[in-house]
């Protein structure tokens, strides 16, 4: 980045470094994975096994494959996964707490990432350099730059890398994106994602021990050293930004890829603002609850909504997408399917679900093209990168007044829905008892940025936050260090 001192690109370079050292002893062997015949099946190592990954573990169960490792730094989670599925498949499945101890084994050919976010980048690097093909949930990163540093390790080894944006391979999105790119609900140019999720408070702000089952070092990696400051261990990390990225981080790149995918919108976004708050209670977490990201590209524009208080449907969705067509719209209910409408409200067509992303990954495996992929990483990467910036914005911001939220909005002069959204935002805080004048909202600015070096215009500070300090040994690398 051009904001960042020679000094600092040196730090980084060195780390960097002092990473592949001590990184999967295969990393210097890159490349060298063992050819996988077409009637062979596939070992696999599943990293995190206590969410995501028990519904990836399933997706993942299959003729054509056998898992051999799982790996999580929660020895007690993790050995009884490890013991069950070794006696569900018929085979010994390992147990590691480090995954670099399964980058090892050369027989291992795929690498399903379900850790934590702040893991997801660094775990499904170090996996392609040592030959690996890689699973990485979504988002694929933490921050924007180690996002585009996924897609350099997987071009630069010829890794097959898919996202974990499973609406890529679903029929009823690609039917519903072919039929509004069509133009069969007129122009369409405004789309707008939706994570209406109740979520609670996580407890009060303190210092809690940490499971004793649980390697802390290993879990938390990447990220600067920090105690154990949430009541509740597991899952409640999304909700401090050290670790996770709200659900402006933690939904947003599914409703957002789709977004792009239907407006055919292939960068980052040229301008975001975004603005909201934790509103309704007090505790550890202080990712916001409350959120809108406004992204706008050319004459394009993107809107995604967090609402982690109560909150009904809008137009029948409430975690999904919209597109705005001038002779109508298309709704999409996340993972269920959708429906068409024409501008009086009449049903014109509906878009089913069903799909197989698991599978897609795995043909695309056996083929060596990632253009076989349906959410290739970089796809992963521009859709967690907007969600990325958009958290920028807002963790720029301040709080004030809502008049003055409102004035600096118009004055934005984007899409004419997004005033109409902080009216529908003022009056959902009204309704779960948030009074915005008493508790107010915080505004970022509006960042410029350049999507072809995915850096923003004249704000050191914003550049600052496309990236974080990583605490040795997980280093991911910077630009060019791959």
């Known amino acids: 980045m051009a904001e960042l001192s020679r000094r600092r690109f040196l730090e980084d370079s060195l780390l960097a470094a002092a ?32 969410g995501r990954g028990r519904e990836l573990m399933r997706w993942f169960t299959r003729k054509d494959t056998v898992f051999s490792y799982i790996v999580d730094p929660d020895e007690e989670i993790g050995r009884q996964v490890a013991d069950s599925l070794s006696e569900k ?30 893991w997801h980048s660094l775990a499904a690097i170090w996996a392609m350099q040592a030959g690996k093909d890689v699973y990485v949930e979504k988002p694929v990163s933490h921050n924007v730059s180690e996002g585009r540093r996924c897609v ?42 939706l994570c209406y999720k109740r979520r609670k408070s996580i407890g009060p702000k303190g210092i809690y021990n940490v499971p004793a089952s649980v390697d802390y070092n290993l879990w938390q990696g990447p990220a600067a050293e920090r105690p154990l400051t949430r009541p509740k261990f597991h899952y409640d990390w999304h909700w401090q930004y050290h670790w996770g990225n709200g659900d402006m ?22 301008k975001v603002i975004s603005y909201g708050g934790r509103l309704g209670y007090e505790d550890a977490g202080d990712v916001a609850n409350t959120q809108v990201a406004i992204h706008t590209i050319g004459d394009k524009t993107i809107v995604f909504e967090v609402r982690g208080l109560e909150t009904p449907p ?56 990632h253009s076989d992929l349906n959410a290739d990483i970089l796809e992963g990467h521009l859709s967690a990168g907007l ?10 911001g301040a709080p004030m007044p809502l008049a003055e939220i409102k004035k600096q909005l118009t004055a934005v002069k984007c899409h004419d829905n997004c005033i109409e959204t902080i009216e529908r935002t003022v009056e959902h805080l009204k309704a779960n008892n948030v ?17 072809a070096t995915e850096t923003f215009v004249g704000n050191s500070a914003a550049n600052e936050m496309l990236t974080r300090e990583y605490r040795k040994p997980f280093v991911v690398p910077p630009a060019g260090g791959v």
């Open 387 to 396: 969600a990325h910036t958009g958290t920028i914005s807002y963790r720029l």
């Open 249 to 270: 981080g933690n939904q947003g790149p599914h409703q957002m890829d789709i977004c792009r995918w239907g407006l055919g919108i292939n960068s980052l976004s040229e």
């Open 435 to 451: 009074d915005p004048d008493k508790t107010q909202m915080s505004l970022g600015p509006m960042l410029t940025m350049n999507p």
């Open 19 to 50: 990473a592949l050292a001590v990184g999967p002893a295969s990393v210097a062997a890159a490349g060298e994975a063992k050819a996988v015949g077409p009637n062979e099946k596939l070992s696999i190592a599943l990293l995190g096994v206590n």
């Open 89 to 118: 498949q018929g085979s010994k499945v390992k147990f590691e707490r480090d995954l670099r101890k399964a980058y090892d084994d050369k027989s291992v050919d795929l690498v399903v990432v379900a850790t934590p976010n702040h």
């Open 314 to 369: 809008l137009l029948g969705a409430s975690v999904g997408v919209i597109f705005y067509g001038a002779d109508g719209y298309v709704v999409l209910n996340s993972y269920e399917g959708g429906a068409a409408f024409d501008k009086k409200g009449n049903k014109i067509k509906t878009f089913k679900a069903g799909g197989d992303h698991a599978g897609n990954f795995i043909a695309a495996v056996r083929s060596r093209k």
């Open 152 to 193: 350099e390790t997987a071009r630069k080894y010829n890794r097959i890398c898919q996202t974990g944006t499973q609406c890529r391979s679903m029929g009823g999105s690609i039917e519903a994106v072919k039929f509004v790119q069509s133009g069969q609900i007129g122009k369409v140019d405004f789309a707008r994602g």
